[in-house]
């Protein structure tokens, strides 16, 4: 599967927020392809029902995006650029858990 705009929470986040210098971090998130399929497809599937969310929201803004980046995304990419892979799953799956949270996502 590919990211895109529509499944894929690191995507959006690091195109879409106020800051023009984490443009080349999309460059990392290509180690994430390497992970289990099955974790792979966790991630697409539950991103793609957030993004979806946040777009019933109004929520699919810069604003938003800085924040997650801000928030979650910045510490991801990181752990990805250190080679720390241990810690980056539950680092994941605890931003997914917290942005499903935050935006009411079933």
């Not at 106020?18 to 998130?29: A, R």
């Amino acid at each position: 599967m590919t990211s895109t705009f529509d499944n894929c929470i690191l995507l959006n986040a690091i195109l879409k927020n106020q800051s023009l210098s984490d443009d080349p971090d999309t460059d990392y998130l290509w180690v994430l392809q390497g992970l289990h399929q099955q974790i792979v497809g966790e991630y697409y599937s539950r991103s793609q029902k957030i993004i979806v969310k946040m777009r019933e929201l109004n929520l699919d803004n810069m604003e938003t995006w800085t924040e997650i980046c801000d928030t979650y995304v910045k510490e991801i990419v990181l752990m990805i650029k250190n080679k720390n892979y241990n810690d980056l799953v539950p680092a994941i799956r605890f931003m997914l858990d917290s942005l499903e949270a935050q935006y009411g996502v079933e």
